[in-house]
């Protein structure tokens, strides 16, 4: 398995390459927050204009969305990293898309609440690859909630629904 030569850490790039994710507090603003097996041998990533942040108090702020290339520069798909909010308070996600608006891979990047944890439960999160932009994705329909964590699970299938959207409407 190829690591991204641009890692942060050592650390960082084994914890990415063996696990699939990145670790809680690693940086999420570079391409090692990208799991290496979902593109192997790139990365590249450029930040695509993120959407007007909302005023204050008024919605969650906007997604951040980049392209990742290869080293051509050929596109592979998109990474969007946004905040969602469920009754227990706002946490971090990521969504990996491919160049066809097909979910790869989602991940809860940061949840500091201690009710619906569950969330961050592959079983819950892989459930998502696969999808793509034209799909119906519903919670407690196409989508299931993970059991205690049903309102975070909801707002979750929101926001990977709304990320889809965000990169359809930008790219």
Do not use: W
């Not at 592959?122 to 034209?134: E, K, N, S």
Request: charged share 20%; with cysteine.
């Amino acid at each position: 398995m190829t690591t991204n030569a641009k890692c942060i850490t050592p650390i960082l790039c084994l914890a990415v390459v063996l696990t699939g994710c990145t670790p809680a507090g690693a940086p999420v603003d570079s391409p090692s927050a990208i799991p290496a097996n979902l593109f192997p041998g790139i990365i590249h990533t450029a930040a695509m204009t993120p959407l007007a942040e909302p005023p204050p108090g008024q919605g969650s702020p906007a997604p951040i969305i980049e392209r990742i290339t290869d080293d051509g520069g050929r596109l592979l798909g998109y990474s969007v990293r946004m905040q969602v909010v469920s009754r227990s308070g706002p946490f971090k996600i990521l969504v990996i898309l491919d160049d066809a608006l097909c979910v790869k891979h989602a991940d809860v990047l940061e949840y500091r609440a201690q009710r619906g944890r569950q969330v961050r439960l592959p079983a819950f999160t892989r459930q998502f690859a696969g999808r793509c932009h034209d799909d119906p994705i519903r919670s407690g329909q196409d989508i299931h909630a993970a059991t205690g964590a049903t309102l975070s699970c909801d707002a979750m299938t929101k926001g990977v629904r709304a990320a889809l959207d965000a990169v359809k409407e930008y790219r």
